[in-house]
């Protein structure tokens, strides 16, 4: 089974853009379709982007399209979230997801990361 560890997070000021990473353990991340979450705090967690298996499709939440690219080297077992522009509501931690089908909602994702903070300043 895939085990994911996130990171590239950090504070930055608005405006600015981030990588984030997700690096996967195990010889099936090529099966798996990925998804990026986010949760705020007191919040609940949200959708943020989803790739399917091979790359060939992505899709976004409203909020992030245009400023986020999701992307994926299955060469390297290591999924990305590009985020530029960034806004002080894109503060939260950010989970990297890994399921069998890509979707806009959590619950399809059996295997999650332990989440890396993103913290956007005005």
């Known amino acids: 089974q895939v085990q994911l560890v996130e990171s590239g997070g950090g504070l930055v000021q608005a405006g600015d853009s981030l990588r984030l990473s997700c690096a996967a353990s195990?010889?099936?991340?090529?099966?798996?379709?990925m998804g990026w979450f986010r949760q705020a705090p007191g919040k609940e967690r949200d959708f943020v982007a989803t790739?399917?298996?091979?790359?060939?499709?992505?899709t976004y939440a409203d909020s992030v399209v245009g400023r986020f690219t999701i992307s994926r080297d299955n060469t390297q077992n290591t999924l990305y979230l590009q985020m530029n522009s960034l806004k002080p509501e894109d503060t939260a931690v950010y989970y990297c997801a890994a399921g069998r089908v890509a979707s806009t909602t959590a619950s399809p994702y059996n295997i999650w990361g332990q989440g890396t903070q993103v913290t956007v300043s005005s």
């Open positions: 195990g010889r099936t991340f090529s099966t798996y379709a």
């Open positions: 790739i399917t298996a091979s790359g060939g499709a992505t």
